[in-house]
């Protein structure tokens, strides 16, 4: 599904006009990006949670080359959906 599927959608569910909706839905997603950017865990109880996983530094290997490479540690942005959600899913 697309940005603008998914606005369409959202707007008919919770009776609102696209532009509404699509300014609730930045504003979402920005709360999350300024949340989990800033270390905190943005926990959401029927679905799951958004966080940081800090990755160490490793060893790798350029597959065209095969020259190993030095990958430095970072930080990237990780969810990790809930019991209750991965189960709806798949049902």
């Known amino acids: ?3 603008a599927d998914f606005i369409e959608k959202l707007s008919e569910k919770i009776e609102m006009n696209k532009k509404e909706t699509l300014a609730v839905y930045e ?6 990006v300024e949340g989990v950017k800033s270390g905190d865990e943005i926990v959401f109880p029927e679905m799951g949670k ?7 530094a490793r060893t790798a290997r350029n597959p065209l080359t095969g020259k190993t490479v030095e990958v430095a540690a970072k930080v990237v942005p990780q ?3 809930n019991k209750k959600f ?5 049902s």
């Open 27 to 32: 504003a979402f997603l920005e709360m999350i």
């Open 86 to 90: 991965k189960e709806a899913v798949a």
């Open 50 to 56: 958004f966080g940081l996983k800090k990755r160490p």
């Open 79 to 81: 969810f990790k959906p």
């Open 1 to 3: 599904m697309k940005k």
